[in-house]
C-alpha cells in the first residue's frame, strides 16, 4: 500500500531543500536537568514561529515549579519579533513537565499533539486514577493531528506524521527540510528512545523509524533529547536522515526488526524510570495544566505505589 503521507513529506522535504525560502532557522534551548531540547523554528519572512517541547522547570523534591527555562524563550522570542503560531508537543513526555501552556499565555499559538493522545489519557488516566473530571478525550489541546495532516508556519508548509512505539501517540512534525522527531530516534552514536513506558511498543517503534528513515538523505532532523554518549563530551540534537542511516548504533541500514526488538527490549528492561515520571504524566496528560486543585485550592500529585 503506498504511504501517502511519507510520499507528501518526501515532496515538501525535496521542495524546501531547492529553495531556501521554505527552510525554517531553528534555534535550540537545551535543558541539562532533563535533557530536553526543545526548538523554537520560524520562518524567516513571516516571523511565523513553532515552539517545540518546552520544558516547565520543576523540583521534585519540594514540588515547586519554576518558569526560568521557559522565560529565556520569551525573551527569544521577543527579542526577534516572532509571531508564535504554534505550541508543539511531540508526544506527552514522561520526563519532564511541558510549559506549553505557560508559554500560551505569554506569546499565544495553539496547543497541539497527537491524535492518539486519547489512549495515552486511557492509560494514564487509569494507572493515575484521575476520575470523570479528567477528560480522556484530548479537548485540553486545540489541535490533535492525524497522520499526513498539513499545517504552516508563514510560507513553509508542513506536515504531520504519527511515529508511535515510545508511546501511541508520538508525532514527527515536518516543517519545509526540518524534521521534529520527538523520541524516535536520538544521535547516531546514542540509538533510540525506549519503548517500554506503559503503552509503548518496540516493534512499532522500529516501523515508525523505519519509516522516518525513508525520507530523503538531507532532511535535517532534530531530536528531544540528548543524553551524550561514549567518547563524545558535548550535547547534540541536529542530524540528517543520511547520518542516521548510515550510522546510527541501534537502527542502521540492515539492522532487522526483530533484532531491534530484541536489543530495545532487553536495553529497556535495564533502565530506570525518569526522575521526574510521576509528576510529567499526570501534569502532561492534561496539556501540560496541573491537577484539578482539591478543596483547599491546593493541586497534588499522586503517586501510584507498586503500579510503575
Ligand atoms: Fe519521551
Known amino acids: 500500500m503506498p504511504d501517502s503521507a511519507l510520499e507528501a513529506a518526501t515532496r515538501q522535504i525535496r521542495a524546501a531543500t531547492a529553495d531556501p525560502a ?52 520569551v525573551a527569544y522570542v521577543r527579542e526577534h519579533k516572532l509571531k508564535v503560531e504554534w505550541q508543539l508537543e511531540t508526544h506527552a513526555h514522561a520526563d519532564h513537565l ?11 499559538g495553539k496547543l497541539a499533539i497527537g491524535a492518539d493522545i486519547t489512549r495515552v489519557q486511557e492509560v494514564f488516566g487509569k494507572i493515575f486514577n484521575a476520575g470523570t473530571a ?36 508520538d508525532m514527527a512534525f515536518i516543517i519545509g ?10 544521535m547516531p552514536d546514542y540509538g533510540t528512545a525506549r519503548a517500554d513506558f506503559p503503552g509503548g511498543d518496540a516493534r512499532r517503534l522500529y516501523r515508525s523509524i523505519r519509516r522516518l528513515l525513508s525520507l530523503p538523505d538531507e532532511t535535517r532532523l532534530f531530536l528531544c533529547h540528548d543524553y551524550k554518549a561514549p567518547g563524545r563530551d558535548t550535547f547534540a540534537w541536529e542530524t540528517t536522515v543520511g547520518a542516521e542511516r548510515e550510522h546510527n548504533v541501534h537502527v542502521h541500514e540492515g539492522v532487522s526488526e526483530d533484532d531491534f526488538v530484541n536489543m530495545r527490549t532487553s536495553r529497556d528492561k535495564t533502565l530506570d524510570l525518569p526522575h521526574l515520571i510521576m509528576p510529567s504524566v499526570q501534569v502532561n496528560m492534561r496539556g ?21
Do not use: C
Open 98 to 108: 511541558s510549559a506549553a501552556p505557560w508559554l500560551q499565555e505569554q506569546l499565544g
Open 288 to 308: 501540560g495544566h496541573m491537577p484539578e486543585p482539591e478543596d483547599n485550592g491546593v493541586s497534588y500529585i499522586k503517586i501510584p505505589i507498586n503500579r510503575l
Open 22 to 73: 521554505l527552510r525554517p532557522i531553528v534555534h535550540t534551548f537545551f535543558d541539562e536537568a532533563t535533557f530536553t531540547a526543545t526548538h523554537v523554528a520560524y520562518d524567516p519572512a513571516t516571523r511565523a514561529t513553532a515552539v517545540i517541547d518546552s520544558v516547565l522547570d520543576y523540583d521534585a523534591a519540594s514540588g515547586r515549579t519554576n518558569s526560568a527555562s521557559a522565560e529565556a524563550i
Open 134 to 169: 479528567f477528560a480522556r478525550d484530548g479537548s485540553q489541546f486545540d489541535r490533535l493531528f492525524h497522520d499526513g495532516e498539513t499545517f504552516s508556519l508563514g510560507n513553509i508548509p508542513a506536515i504531520a506524521l504519527h511515529v508511535p512505539g515510545h508511546t501511541p501517540a
Open 177 to 186: 527540510d526540518a524534521a521534529f522527531i520527538g523520541d524516535t530516534l536520538f
